[in-house]
């Protein structure tokens, strides 16, 4: 993954919503973006200041569904092997 962030310390943040990464760094309110909370303007401050990266992934490879999401086991398979997780018994 490449650093696109100026400063030292700097998060890239995955997210499958394109929408989100647009507005983010292209701060423009309008009728549909009204209603965005402060923590939305609080990442798109820290987007602009260069301390966090916004990317995109795709929906399929997005790690955190595995645990807010219901999924088919071979979805939930493949997450899991992308995790880093093995079994206890592996460990040696």
């Known amino acids: ?3 696109k962030c100026s400063t030292i310390l700097c998060f890239t943040i995955l ?5 989100s990464i647009k507005l983010s760094k292209n701060h423009v309110l ?6 965005i909370e402060i923590m ?10 260069g ?4 990317s995109h992934c795709n ?5 955190a569904d595995i645990m807010i999401k219901p ?7 493949k997450l899991y ?9 592996n460990i040696n």
Not at 30 to 35: E, I, L, V
Not at 40 to 49: G, I, K, P, Q, S
Not at 59 to 63: F, G, K
């Open 81 to 89: 092997s992308l995790l880093g997780v093995c079994e206890v018994s």
């Open 51 to 54: 301390m966090v990266d916004l």
């Open 71 to 77: 999924l088919k086991l071979e979805v939930f398979l």
């Open 15 to 19: 997210c499958d919503n394109s929408s």
């Open 59 to 63: 929906t399929q490879d997005h790690l």
């Open 30 to 35: 309008h009728g549909r973006s009204k209603h």
């Open 40 to 49: 939305f303007h609080f990442l798109c401050e820290l987007v602009r200041d």
């Open 1 to 3: 993954m490449q650093e």
